[in-house]
């Protein structure tokens, strides 16, 4: 049975396959909206560009993730193009307990997962317009080399073919638009009497509402 989440803060889990713009969103979501926080995940995968130990993700040795594994430290962990990933428990439910909406970037088994731990968690996949474009989206980055672009492709039918168990979905044409319908769900799951219940709690006590 799944856990009762009782924490004042709500929990997103956001999937995509590679080159959906999940990324690109959820960063756009976070600048408008300070209340929404990220959950940095650990990964075995060396750093991109820019990319920074503890901001984008925990870099970890196998050695490293493989003594987390044993410990049970990770709520989910999977192995993803080649690498693993993994969700801390314990960084979720600290900042949800202080208040935090948190919001997770993770692929579709980590997100199935997730559910499983956390039963309130809300799960939204972003789909691209068309095949041609998510292809036309991994080449203009110009990070993976061809190989690479025909395994993400690969990947993304098997991911998309879960779209089915998400509570939402967002198809990324237009990102404006796209951002709109991830800031509706956010602010929508906000307004359920579940999670204003938990937020409010006091306000609830005050007017006598179990």
Same mark, same amino acid.
């Given at each position: 049975?799944?856990?009762?989440?009782?924490?004042?803060?709500?929990?997103?889990?956001?999937?995509?396959?590679?080159?959906?713009? &999940?990324?690109?969103?959820?960063?756009?979501?976070?600048?408008?909206?300070?209340?929404?926080?990220?959950s940095v995940s650990h990964t075995t995968r060396?750093?991109?560009? @820019?990319?920074?130990?503890?901001?984008?993700?925990?870099?970890?040795?196998?050695?490293?993730?493989?003594?987390?594994?044993?410990?049970?430290?990770?709520v989910e962990w999977a192995h993803v193009h080649?690498?693993?990933?993994?969700?801390? &428990? &314990?960084?979720?439910?600290?900042?949800?307990?202080?208040?935090?909406?948190?919001?997770?970037?993770?692929?579709?088994?980590?997100?199935?997962?997730?559910?499983?731990?956390?039963?309130?968690?809300?799960? =939204?996949?972003?789909?691209?317009?068309?095949?041609?474009?998510?292809?036309?989206?991994?080449?203009?980055?110009?990070e993976d080399a061809p190989d690479v672009i025909?395994?993400?492709?690969?990947?993304?039918?098997?991911?998309?073919?879960?779209?089915?168990?998400?509570?939402?979905?967002?198809?990324?044409?237009?990102?404006?638009?796209?951002?709109?319908?991830?800031?509706? =769900?956010?602010?929508? @799951?906000?307004? &359920?009497?579940?999670?204003?219940?938990?937020?409010?709690?006091?306000?609830?006590?005050?007017?006598?509402?179990?």
């Amino acid at each position: 049975m799944p856990a009762a989440m009782d924490y004042p803060g709500n929990l997103f889990v956001v999937a995509a396959p590679s080159g959906a713009g &999940k990324s690109s969103l959820v960063r756009a979501l976070m600048e408008l909206d300070s209340h929404v926080q990220p959950s940095v995940s650990h990964t075995t995968r060396a750093p991109r560009g @820019q990319e920074k130990h503890g901001r984008e993700y925990f870099f970890a040795s196998d050695a490293e993730f493989d003594a987390m594994v044993l410990s049970n430290a990770f709520v989910e962990w999977a192995h993803v193009h080649n690498h693993r990933y993994g969700t801390s &428990k &314990k960084a979720i439910e600290e900042r949800m307990a202080q208040g935090a909406d948190v919001i997770l970037e993770i692929d579709f088994q980590g997100a199935l997962q997730i559910r499983k731990v956390f039963a309130n968690a809300v799960s =939204i996949f972003i789909l691209p317009p068309s095949w041609e474009e998510l292809r036309a989206r991994l080449e203009r980055r110009g990070e993976d080399a061809p190989d690479v672009i025909e395994m993400r492709l690969q990947n993304a039918a098997i991911e998309v073919a879960q779209v089915h168990q998400f509570d939402f979905v967002i198809i990324n044409e237009l990102f404006d638009r796209a951002l709109f319908d991830l800031k509706a =769900i956010i602010h929508s @799951q906000r307004l &359920k009497f579940s999670a204003q219940r938990r937020a409010r709690a006091e306000t609830f006590k005050a007017l006598n509402i179990p």
